[in-house]
């Protein structure tokens, strides 16, 4: 059970309590605040989530208003824990990018899983913008994407200060995914092999001819050895119990037992790069693309 559904079945448990106090059962609880009778057991069973409204008037129901500020936090701290990108990204993306920079500002160690696409305190300006594009016509959010690629790039920063251990691994798929034009995917190749040799930054690759310890199921961070940030196509989960913790960083370790570093992973990205298309020729002043030399 992960810590979202337990704190969540704590939370309806609570609930159940103050109906029971009450002397309510369903139903009566249910007609007093114009629910379907399913809604309370959903609530209490821990299958749905309530609002803030809901436990509001949950509370004032069942004559205990005083009790709502109490279970109010009790959803915060449930809330912290499973985040909407509704939510998350209703001010924009450059907002998020900011909290991503403030959570990163304090930590030592960093450990990231991508399977996907370039992480994004390793992408240009260039492959962030077009990540940006699409995820906001995905999501219906506004229109921040200069202002959220500029504060990608200000989180980067943390790359070149002293103190910090930064570990990425990366599948040869997630450097393939074509997500941006050609000549912004092979600037972003270029960036890779570039921040790869900063100090306090490991870049491993894992290769296609790599047997996989497990399959990968998804990307994740690890920030020092407390929190797990894993992303969904409608949510951020922050994974904060110690057991689960500890568990991505076995997922973690049995990756890296099998990338390539250095020299090795160079030549995997090399590979990568030398499988882009050719760059579309520069039209020249009369607007005709030049005749390529045979040379090139």
Known sequence: MTDYQRER???GAWLHRLRREAGLNGKQLAARLGWAPSKVSRIEHGRQTPSAADIEGWAAACGAPEA???????LHALDTHYVTWRRSLRAGHAPRQRVAQELESRLSRLRVFEPTMIPGLL?????????FVALSALQGTPDDVSAAVQARMERQRV?????????????????RARVCPGEAHRGQLDR????ASLDG?????????????FAPLHPFWIHDAHLVQVETWTAEINVTSAPEVSVYERVFDAYASVAVYGSEARDVIG???R???PAAPVPTASGEAPIPSPRR
């Not at 992408?123 to 990540?131: G, K, M, N, P, V």
């Not at 790359?159 to 450097?175: K, S």
């Open 192 to 195: 890779l092999l570039a921040v």
């Open 275 to 277: 499988e882009l298309p």
């Open 201 to 213: 930054v490991r870049v491993g690759v894992l290769p296609d001819a790599a047997l996989l310890p």
């Open 271 to 273: 590979t990568v790069l």
């Open 68 to 74: 709502a500020a109490e279970l109010a936090a009790r």
């Open 159 to 175: 790359l070149y200060e002293p103190g910090r251990d930064f570990h990425f691994l990366l599948t040869a798929g997630a450097l």
């Open 9 to 11: 079945e704590a939370l």
């Open 123 to 131: 992408q240009t300006a260039e492959y962030a913008r077009s990540l």
